[in-house]
């Protein structure tokens, strides 16, 4: 008898959108993805980066995840334990209750963007709960918290405005900040965040 596999890891269920192509923020090859991979290696200049549309599906709830999808399970935790802890380092460094909350709010729209655009929530988090920090102390936070070097450098690139114009990271971390300013006219890179300015305008 054949036995029985997870709906949700078996292809057969699949839809056409569950492999897809993803251009690499390095140097823009086109890489192959399937829904349920961490994050893939470019084939063309070696950048190893996250899975843009990644999505947990059924493992958000399921009770057999960590048996199923270990690798997708364990790094949601650890993009999640990782923006707890610096974002307590922040708060600290700060020290300014109003630029926290700035700060904050930055990061949930950053969370809604991720959730809609895609990209990778490590990098995006990072950068915008560290918009307001030097980079040398920056720099030190990353350390503390043994970040990949790969992942390191990306998000020093976004805080300091570095990056290719078409990387969604980038895109999606300008967004976020972008989404704080009143300015009517501001330019945004993704549809979520002109929907988001426009609920934000309507409900004011």
Not at 75 to 99: C, G, H, P, S, W
Not at 158 to 179: E, F, M, T, V, W
Request: net charge negative.
């Amino acid at each position: 008898m054949e036995q029985m596999k997870c709906p949700g890891q078996d292809t057969r269920y699949w839809k056409p959108g569950d492999i897809f192509a993803a251009e690499c923020p390095k140097c823009g090859a086109e890489i192959e993805f399937f829904k349920d991979d961490t994050r893939r290696r470019c084939a063309w200049c070696g950048h190893m980066f996250y899975n843009p549309k990644i999505s947990l599906g059924c493992a958000e709830w399921c009770q057999y995840a960590e048996k199923c999808v270990p690798d997708l399970v364990k790094a949601k935790k650890a993009a999640q334990t990782f923006k707890e802890i610096l974002a307590e380092q922040v708060r600290n460094y700060l020290q300014d209750e109003a630029a926290w909350e700035e700060t904050e709010a930055a990061v949930h729209f950053a969370q809604d963007l991720l959730k809609a655009e895609g990209g990778d929530p490590k990098v995006v988090l990072a950068a915008t709960l560290l918009h307001r920090v030097d980079p040398d102390q920056a720099r030190e936070f990353l350390a503390e918290l043994e970040t990949e070097p790969e992942l390191t450098a990306d998000i020093l690139e976004l805080i300091a405005g570095g990056g290719q114009p078409k990387d969604l990271n980038r895109q999606l971390y300008q967004d976020a900040l972008n989404l704080l300013a009143k300015n009517p006219d501001t330019t945004f890179h993704t549809r979520t965040a002109r929907r988001l300015a426009e609920e934000r305008r309507s409900s004011q």
